[in-house]
């Protein structure tokens, strides 16, 4: 039997059931109906009491639903939509039917409870009371547990921590989800026995690229030098890190060329920085796109400075035209 055709039959029993009430609970009306005309026989209308009058009109509104019967129209399956549209109170009338409250009628009749006076109220404000007052005493002793230095008291603390902090095994809950709904829901993470490994992607990190110096202009091409360009900035202008990364070398030339700045950034690629009249950071120090390095060396008059300024891809040295936008 699949699934499918288990969820029809229970529906299909469940509402034979329904109906099978409702025929017992028009019997029981009818046989009301039938001592309330042989007593209005026996006693002439016109001797009747006005009292008993009032009271029998007042009989004639009933408030429980009017029995149906349902034509499923010759197939095997009952209409649920149709079924409600045509009673959409079924439940009301249960409690009388057999005394017991029908199939149903138990399980709703059980959320009232009779009063010291009489009346009925709801059951679930007495249990609510009840479950307040039960996790107060508990609170209260998980309290004093953990405010006690008593051995018995450390093993109440270690019993309550191993509670909240170890991973519970869900493998009884998996079965019993599996004998009573047949099959357990794999999309529920707790209930995935077969989680799949990690797998590496390949990608490549994009982050903003910018020139050492904006307004620089290149004086000495990659073809030239081969190793990397020579750019013409202004005395003392700010030399700026082309893209996030760390200074992996700040070191001084002797022969005074002046300072040269190294730095590692992502996908392979160190740039680096020569010439430097002055480096402000050192070794190991972290710099985002754009923030200063250094300075260029000071020059008398309006006369250019220059930067030193190569791009190592893997350990190879390439053009900076084609990394850096420099114009």
Same mark, same amino acid.
């Given at each position: 039997?699949?699934?499918?055709?288990?969820?029809?039959?229970?529906?299909?029993?469940?509402?034979?059931?329904?109906?099978?009430?409702?025929?017992?609970?028009?019997?029981?009306?009818?046989?009301?109906?039938?001592?309330? @005309?042989?007593?209005?026989?026996?006693?002439?209308?016109?001797?009747? &009491?006005?009292?008993?009058?009032? #009271?029998?009109?007042?009989?004639?509104?009933?408030?429980?639903?009017?029995?149906?019967?349902?034509?499923? *129209?010759?197939?095997?399956?009952?209409?649920?939509?149709?079924?409600?549209?045509? #009673?959409?109170?079924?439940?009301?009338?249960? @409690?009388?039917?057999?005394?017991?409250?029908?199939?149903?009628?138990?399980?709703?009749?059980?959320?009232?409870?009779?009063?010291?006076?009489?009346?009925?109220?709801?059951?679930? $404000?007495?249990?609510?009371?009840?479950?307040? %007052?039960?996790?107060?005493?508990?609170? /209260? *002793?998980?309290?004093?547990?953990?405010?006690?230095?008593?051995?018995?008291?450390?093993?109440?603390?270690?019993?309550?921590?191993?509670?909240?902090?170890? @991973?519970?095994?869900?493998?009884?809950? +998996?079965?019993?989800?599996?004998?009573?709904? /047949? *099959?357990?829901?794999?999309?529920?993470?707790?209930?995935?026995?077969?989680?799949?490994?990690?797998?590496?992607?390949?990608?490549?990190?994009?982050?903003?690229?910018?020139?050492?110096?904006?307004?620089?202009?290149?004086? $000495?091409?990659? +073809?030239?030098?081969?190793?990397?360009?020579?750019?013409?900035?202004?005395?003392? @202008?700010?030399?700026?890190?082309?893209?996030?990364?760390?200074?992996?070398?700040?070191?001084? /030339?002797?022969?005074?060329?002046?300072?040269?700045?190294?730095?590692?950034?992502?996908? *392979? $690629?160190?740039?680096?920085?020569?010439?430097?009249?002055?480096?402000?950071?050192?070794?190991?120090?972290?710099?985002? +796109?754009?923030?200063?390095?250094?300075?260029?060396?000071?020059? +008398?008059?309006?006369? &250019?400075?220059?930067?030193?300024? /190569?791009?190592?891809?893997?350990?190879?040295?390439?053009?900076?035209?084609?990394?850096?936008? %420099?114009?």
């Amino acid at each position: 039997m699949s699934k499918k055709d288990g969820i029809r039959e229970r529906r299909q029993e469940k509402i034979r059931q329904l109906l099978e009430q409702q025929e017992k609970q028009a019997k029981l009306w009818q046989q009301q109906e039938r001592m309330q @005309e042989q007593k209005h026989q026996v006693m002439p209308a016109k001797n009747r &009491p006005v009292r008993e009058k009032q #009271n029998a009109r007042f009989e004639e509104k009933s408030f429980l639903p009017v029995p149906y019967h349902m034509d499923t *129209g010759g197939g095997d399956e009952l209409d649920p939509e149709k079924l409600w549209k045509t #009673n959409p109170h079924p439940w009301l009338g249960w @409690e009388s039917g057999d005394g017991k409250g029908g199939r149903y009628g138990g399980d709703f009749a059980s959320i009232y409870e009779s009063g010291d006076g009489g009346g009925k109220r709801p059951f679930f $404000r007495s249990e609510l009371k009840w479950k307040v %007052i039960v996790a107060a005493l508990l609170f /209260a *002793g998980i309290w004093g547990v953990f405010h006690n230095e008593s051995p018995l008291a450390q093993k109440g603390q270690a019993i309550v921590k191993n509670a909240l902090t170890d @991973e519970m095994d869900f493998t009884a809950v +998996a079965t019993w989800y599996k004998e009573t709904f /047949a *099959g357990a829901p794999s999309f529920i993470p707790i209930f995935n026995h077969n989680p799949k490994e990690a797998e590496s992607a390949n990608g490549s990190v994009e982050l903003p690229v910018v020139s050492p110096l904006p307004d620089g202009a290149i004086v $000495r091409t990659f +073809a030239e030098l081969l190793n990397g360009v020579e750019l013409a900035g202004t005395s003392k @202008e700010q030399v700026s890190a082309i893209e996030t990364g760390r200074v992996l070398v700040v070191s001084e /030339a002797e022969n005074g060329s002046g300072v040269t700045v190294v730095i590692e950034h992502a996908n *392979g $690629r160190d740039s680096v920085y020569g010439k430097l009249g002055a480096a402000t950071v050192k070794q190991n120090d972290w710099v985002e +796109a754009g923030d200063g390095i250094g300075t260029l060396k000071e020059t +008398a008059s309006e006369e &250019p400075s220059l930067l030193y300024f /190569a791009v190592r891809q893997n350990n190879q040295y390439v053009d900076p035209v084609g990394v850096i936008p %420099i114009d």
